[in-house]
């Protein structure tokens, strides 16, 4: 929840307006998932220029995994998913 706080007041994310021991119930993102051809033409496209290439992707984890194994901390913060229909893209603001 506090992460979610967070990217909210960062605008990055909707507000969350509770917690469930089943879920979350949080505000409505304004925008639609993008389509394969949506992500091949800009300006979602740029973005892939901001992706690290593979080595420099297993370098970071590595580092990360080296400083972060000793906390033995149980809190994640990742949907481990990339699937286009888990993005939510707004043409008018373009976020």
């Given at each position: 929840?506090r992460?979610?706080?967070?990217?909210?007041?960062?605008?990055?994310?909707?507000?969350?307006?509770?917690?469930?021991?089943?879920?979350?119930?949080?505000?409505y993102?304004v925008?639609?998932?993008?389509?394969?051809?949506d992500?091949?033409?800009?300006?979602?496209?740029r973005y892939?220029?901001?992706?690290?290439n593979i080595?420099?992707?297993?370098?970071?984890?590595?580092?990360?995994?080296h400083?972060?194994v000793?906390?033995?901390?149980?809190?994640?913060?990742?949907?481990?998913?990339?699937?286009?229909?888990n993005?939510?893209?707004?043409?008018t603001?373009?976020?």
């Amino acid at each position: 929840m506090r992460n979610l706080t967070r990217l909210h007041a960062a605008g990055c994310c909707p507000p969350l307006y509770a917690r469930f021991n089943n879920g979350l119930c949080y505000g409505y993102a304004v925008g639609t998932c993008p389509s394969v051809d949506d992500i091949a033409t800009d300006p979602i496209y740029r973005y892939r220029r901001h992706v690290p290439n593979i080595e420099t992707l297993r370098t970071e984890v590595e580092v990360l995994e080296h400083h972060l194994v000793d906390l033995d901390s149980p809190v994640v913060f990742c949907h481990n998913d990339l699937v286009l229909n888990n993005i939510v893209y707004n043409k008018t603001e373009g976020t």
